[in-house]
């Protein structure tokens, strides 16, 4: 039976909660969203019929900030997979302090079956009917799975124009000439790669021996990829959806996007062993890099892992009763919202300077990226050395949830 990624998002609150001796109202309000908006977006398809798609958007808490977080076009998307995404944007923008709340958005559908002009439909409708409840200063939307700067552009301007102003901290992750940032398309893998670099540093790990593997190319996965190999680690497993390739001896992360690029697919990529997805997870490393979608590691395979480090880039990818038993195996796990959180760090450096008319340079948003997500790493991890008996995830939901806490406590909202 699939885990319902909502039930175990508030597992994992409801623990933290009693760590945190939260009141009975605090607990309430943090348990769900503050809103949640659901309608179905109809266009004409390019065949001329009318096509239905179920849509979401869950602000999940607004007390750090606006609620921020991106939105997915997905086949298997469901109201509570965007309710569950939303509270960890919360916890995510919370733990790298970030003056921003938490949200996610979603619409069921199958973009590798529509059109460029159908998904430029769909975006626009999302938009224009949501544009009373998005804005700088209210929510802001980026860019997740099988969405990208095209779809923010797209959005942005059906938002402007339904709402008759320039806005351009109203979305981030746009194209660079509508505002966006050079270095947010590669922020989220690059910040997977600086939290592992400082788990490394911890766990006395030589990058240049060490070995990864990397499940999913997209966005989170290729990137990390790329700036794993500037470290000096050593890449021997990839996947996308068509399954795996694996070499003990290592695939170049150019060579693998080489043939990504040319074939659209990894499959039958030439010098590699192939494997199912399940099974690149157990194969020996020294770093796993789940970064595709959630519940990828559960209790039936957590015994299997043979990885030193776990570092999540994708969001939900360990269910709780996998956690457990990692942490016995001493798996150390980079939680998602620690691990992949460069996304939305960049994000926010996106909208700080579109809200103040700036740019900054690749090399000013790298070095800040790199120092907001190793200040964060350290504050887990202090906090893991500290409090006994828990797991990296569970210390840094700690650190997170008593920030929100506190705020909603200050503005007498509990
Ligand atoms: N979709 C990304 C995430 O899950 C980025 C969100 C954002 O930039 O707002 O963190």
Known sequence: MSVNPFIQAQKQFDWVANQLNL?????????????????????????????????????????????????????????????????????????????????????????????????????????????????????????????????????????????????????????????????????????????????????????KKATAIIQGFGNVGKYAAKHFEKLGVKIIGYSDSSGAIFNSRGIKYEDALKYKNEHTTLKDFPNAKALTNNQLLEQKCDILVPAALENVITKSNAHNIQAKIIAEGANGPTTVQADDILYKDSVFIIPDFLCNAGGVVGSYFEWAQNNSGEHWTLKKYNDQLDEVLTNAFHTVLDTFETEHKINMRQAAYMVAVKKVADAMKLRGRV
């Not at 750090?64 to 939303?86: C, M, N, Q, W």
């Open 23 to 207: 009141d009975k109202e605090l607990r309430k309000s943090l348990r769900y969203p503050q809103n949640f908006i659901q309608f179905t977006i109809r266009i004409r398809g390019d065949k001329g019929g009318i096509k239905s798609f179920p849509a979401f958007r869950s602000q999940y808490n607004n007390a750090l900030g606006p609620y921020k977080g991106g939105i997915r076009f997905h086949p298997d998307e469901t109201a509570d997979t965007v309710r569950a995404l939303s509270a960890w944007m919360t916890w995510k923008c919370a733990l790298t302090g970030l003056p921003l709340g938490g949200g996610k958005g979603g619409v069921i559908c199958n973009p590798k079956e529509l059109s460029e002009n159908e998904l430029k439909k769909i975006s626009q409708a999302y938009a224009k009917k949501l544009a009373k409840d998005l804005g700088p200063w209210k929510d802001i939307p980026a860019p997740d799975v099988y969405t990208n700067s095209q779809t923010m552009a797209w959005m942005l301007e059906a938002y402007e124009k339904k709402t008759k102003q320039s806005a351009p901290g109203a979305f981030t992750g746009k194209p660079v000439e509508l505002g966006g940032h050079e270095g947010r398309t590669e922020a989220t893998g690059l910040g997977v790669v600086i939290t592992t670099r400082e788990a490394m540093k911890h766990l006395k790990i030589n990058p």
